[in-house]
């Protein structure tokens, strides 16, 4: 490359992106202006064509009744001198009209067949152009030509460009200046759209993704606009999505990878049975504890990912309530965990996924079970069109500003990391995202046997979510 392509090529990196944008708007509006008048011309001439072909036979017949009475006192007046005068009758009258006059033989016109007929037959011919008329001097062979008109001779007439082009040239000109403020109108506010997508979709790209597409000025980018912020949005979330998990994962890793690495080295220095065995079931504790952590955080990962489509199916809720708490009834063998559908109408149904819903309760239960000191109620209700499900415990319960920040991941309000208390502080979140999924709520609030009530509500039908 040579020292000038160089120079040409640093010129053509380093030009302001404003510049950039005002050649490309215009370059932008010239192409659409010359598509839209070059078809508006092109329209207009084929219409004008079509008109002038179809009014042609109108403006001969008018300019043949216009002329007639002229041109028989033309005729009268050659007929009242002998014929050896009509050459200089001709020119004097010739000098007194706007158009030319002059007297020709037959044999020497080539018109069309139908205006040669007419000609012959004693009637006024019109050239192809429209522009000239004959006319045949009674039984003579000698033909009267009227026409065309003489610009010199015409009082409108001035030098230069002629007044029936000059009105045609400005009658475009003004056409073309109010179709190029309409273009305009039109492309600029399109434009200053398409360079705002341009530029949110550049900071997107750089990884800016807190960017959002403004408010679009036309109504067709809108929707696209709309799109584009969910999009943009729903990436960013999963970004701190998962930046989150990583790091409260890798955080929660750290205390049973910790307590495994002590037994090893407490296994291997020591010889005792006894000690041996309970260092044994420290370390499968360690492994179940990080078994569930990994099931846990991935069951939380595929939920905020995937947000997968529901198949929803009516299910008896009495039943199929009793149904999850007796799945989960082994893990709190010391507690009373008591199931009151009283509530509900005989044989309620309700919509749910099969696969998700157990989630929600049985995170809830599990929930109830590592706080509750003597008993657990689970009951159910009927509130309008939706249906609400309650986990009452008579643990510790939870303070009013804490009762939101629960159901975020990863948040444990007792701070402990005994196994007495265990979890992650997933479960909450995943009851809330499979709740999210049904169009309903997950909250928690205070229990009438003092502890804390965690409360899932949902549309009993899907007809409910939709409208």
């Keep these: 490359m040579t020292g000038s392509s160089r120079l040409l090529a640093l010129l053509g990196n380093t030009t302001p992106a404003p510049w950039r944008g005002r050649y490309s708007l215009s370059r932008l509006f010239f192409n659409f202006y010359l598509l839209v008048m070059g078809s508006f011309v092109a329209i207009a001439i084929f219409a004008d064509f079509v008109i002038s ?19 028989v006192l033309i005729e009268d ?42 000609l012959d ?37 001035r030098k230069g460009i002629p007044l029936d082009l000059r009105i045609r040239l400005l009658t475009w000109s003004l056409i073309g200046l109010c179709l190029a403020i309409v273009v305009w109108l039109w492309v600029h506010p399109v434009w200053r759209d398409l360079e705002a997508m341009r530029q949110t979709t550049r900071a997107l790209g750089e990884g800016l993704f807190e960017a959002r597409a403004p408010t679009m000025r036309s109504s067709a980018f809108g929707p696209l606009a709309e799109t584009l912020n969910g999009m943009a949005e729903r990436i960013q979330r999963l ?20 307590r495994l690495r002590f037994a090893l080295e407490m296994l291997a220095e020591t010889e005792e049975p006894g000690e041996r065995e309970r260092l044994w079931r420290l370390m499968e504790a360690d492994l179940d504890e990080l078994d569930s952590l990994i099931d846990s955080s991935l069951t939380y990962a595929r939920f905020e990912r995937e947000q997968p489509e529901l198949q929803l199916s009516a299910v008896e809720f009495g039943p199929w309530l009793a149904q999850q708490v007796a799945a ?140």
């Design 121 to 157: 037959d004693g009637e006024l011919a019109i050239d192809a152009q429209g522009e000239i008329l004959y006319h045949r001097l009674k039984q003579t062979p000698q033909i009267l030509m009227v026409g065309p008109i003489s610009p010199e001779r015409d009082p409108d007439y």
């Design 239 to 258: 970004i701190a999505t998962q930046k989150e998990l990583s790091s409260a994962i890798s955080h929660e890793l750290r205390t049973p990878i910790a």
């Design 328 to 467: 989960n009834r082994l893990l709190g063998r010391h507690l009373e965990l008591m199931v009151d559908t009283s509530a509900l109408p005989p044989a309620q149904h309700v919509e749910l996924d099969s696969r998700s819903m157990p989630y929600a309760v049985t995170n809830l239960l599990r929930n109830a079970i590592k706080y509750a000191r003597t008993r657990i109620r689970v009951s159910a209700e009927m509130v309008g069109q939706h249906i609400a499900l309650h986990v009452d415990d008579d643990g510790i319960g939870i303070p009013p500003e804490e009762r939101e920040r629960v159901f975020s991941a990863f948040t444990r309000l007792d701070r402990s990391r005994d196994r007495a208390t265990g979890g992650y502080g997933l479960g909450l979140a995943i009851a809330r995202l499979v709740l999210e999924q049904h169009g309903g709520t997950a909250s928690a609030g205070a229990s009438p046997l003092g502890g804390a009530r965690f409360t899932l509500r949902w549309p009993l039908s899907q007809s409910v979510t939709e409208s």
């Design 77 to 118: 007046e050659l007929f009242r001198k002998p014929r050896s005068e009509w050459p200089k009758t001709i020119e004097a009258l010739d000098r007194k009209f706007s158009y030319k006059l002059d007297i020709v033989d037959r044999w020497t016109l080539n018109l069309p067949p139908p205006q040669a007929a007419k």
């Design 53 to 71: 072909t179809a009014v042609k036979g109108i403006t001969d017949d008018y300019t043949r009744r216009f002329m007639r009475g002229t041109i």
